[in-house]
Nanobody, 127 residues
Framework: QVQLVESGGGLVQAGGSLRLSCAAS????????MGWFRQAPGKEREFVST??????????YYEDSVKDRFTISRDNAKNTLYLQMNSLKPDDTAVYYC??????????????????WGQGTQVTVSS
């Protein structure tokens, strides 16, 4: 069983930055595929970013609209996943969810691939 608790959301002006954290317990984040998803009002939950280990090393992947603005990372010592969000836009406004999968899969972009979810943290970007 894995428990995930997100934090770090808030209100920020367009062009600003936020760092989301996801504290995990029950399993080391280094043994899991971890991901961030988001859901805006009236829209379906969508993939943002994922990180996992492969035979070649650590692998990260981003949705096109956040590439070059967001950075996913994890601190194994703190058992925490992060999402550094820079150059935020109003379209980034959503509830952001942390997710974990016990399978080590590259480019895990579908929510059905994840086994555990956090409760979400609200990010609001004002124009």
């Amino acid at each position: 069983q894995v428990q995930l608790v997100e934090s770090g959301g808030g209100l920020v002006q367009a062009g600003g930055s936020l760092r989301l954290s996801c504290a995990a317990s029950g399993r080391p984040v280094g043994e899991l595929t971890m991901g961030w998803f988001r859901q805006a009002p009236g829209k379906e939950r969508e993939f943002v970013s994922t990180i996992t280990w492969t035979w070649a090393g650590e692998s990260t992947y981003y949705e096109d609209s956040v590439k070059d603005r967001f950075t996913i990372s994890r601190d194994n010592a703190k058992n925490t996943l992060y999402l550094q969000m820079n150059s935020l836009k109003p379209d980034d406004t959503a509830v952001y969810y942390c997710a974990a999968a016990t399978s080590l899969l590259r480019h895990s972009t579908r929510s059905g691939q994840y086994d555990y979810w956090g409760q979400g943290t609200q990010v609001t970007v004002s124009s």
